[in-house]
């Protein structure tokens, strides 16, 4: 197995390959606990019209911006992961409610 090694250490294709596999195993598991709080928000939620709330999408994206800046990492590119991400998880919300309220 080759060693994780810092984008910065990286000397191979492979050192590289090795740590955006290593990202991406993460980032899976990072999107699961996220989608599972969609599924938890989708149970909780009173009825159908309060899973796309505006004002939290835009909470959320101002919050990745504030997180992006931060970090020096491109807050346009943050943003357009963001959206998607966000757009993606409401329409899993709407799925879970669907599902389980009929």
Known sequence: MTE??????CSTMTEVRAGVDDVDRQVVAL??????????AARIKPDRAAVRDE???????????ASA??????????????????????AHEFDVFDRTRN
Request: net charge negative.
């Open 69 to 90: 800046a931060e970090m020096g990492v491109d807050r346009q590119l943050m943003t357009r992961l963001y959206e998607d991400l966000i757009e993606t998880s409401i």
């Open 4 to 9: 994780i090694r810092d984008p910065d250490d």
């Open 31 to 40: 999107l699961k606990r996220r989608f599972g709080y969609m599924d938890a």
């Open 55 to 65: 004002w939290r999408k835009a909470d959320v994206l101002a919050k990745v911006d």
